[in-house]
């Protein structure tokens, strides 16, 4: 929920910050950032997407950290035996699994798409199966225009303490790859490659001419370039000065670019639910029914007018 105006007041000594959320600078989802705003974290069941807990926040919060809060909510209003959460990457630490397995519950949600978890993939995509799942919104089209999808499961170990207690489980991380998401992502690949390409472009042309006289002042301009979005690990350069001259020569990394492509369209769920009951296609619908809490969010900041406020 986005603020506008001044708001210096001091934190009030032994807060209870889920009670007296403090205005602050953060990742808006309108992307402003000249503005404060707080944070609402909201839990919904999934018959109905019915609202059952709910929280503010302070604006900075970090959402992977909010979690064990608000497990330690839910299981004192819901049964222990009827505990399954479902939630994003956000949800996808160690402290907040390890609450879950700790409590009796289930859980489900995206992984982290680490470095490791890349490289992994990458040597376990030879083994991906097609999968009968496609989105509600292709149910209507024939079978050979719907969006494939393809999986591989491996069986993993999670272990710690929870409140001095040893925890240990075994819990399902599987590969999806989705041929909507690969295309959608390969085009915003080439948008991107194609806006850094521009950039590096503009600086062969003006290298030696304005500001671009200096080895920092051009290197300054390729980095920035670079760091305009991720696809700029891309991008290799090599910068020479001679007789106080400089040439710029530049490059896209092939085997990097074929590496990214072949981790486009590809994301990671962590579970715990049985095989025997959950296959994976089954798994990816429940996953998918996460949904019902961001069209709770849409009708908080929708009919019922939020935001904006004004602090003075």
Known sequence: MELFGAYERP???GR?????PQPAYGHTKSGRKNVKQIQLELSVVNDGGIPVAHTT????????TTHKESLRRLHEILPRSATRHIGDTKHDTEENLLAIVARGGRFLCGGVFSEELQQRYLRLRGQLHAIAYWPKSQESLPAAQRDKYEAHEVEELLEGEVGGEKVRSRYRLIFIRSEGKAREEAQTRERHVAKIREEFEAIAR??????????????????????RYGEGSLFGYELRERGGQFSLAWHIDGKALAEWQQLEGVFVLKTNLSRSGHPVVVVLRKYKEQSQVERRFHHVKGPLAVAPLFLE
Do not use: F
Request: proline share 5%; hydrophobic share 30%; aromatic share 2%.
């Open 11 to 13: 934190l009030p000594e």
């Open 16 to 20: 209870d910050p889920g009670r007296c």
């Open 57 to 64: 926040l302070d604006g900075n919060s970090g959402e992977a």
């Open 206 to 227: 003006n290298l030696n001419k304005y500001k671009l006289r200096t080895k920092a002042a051009i290197v300054s301009r390729l980095e920035k370039a670079k760091a």
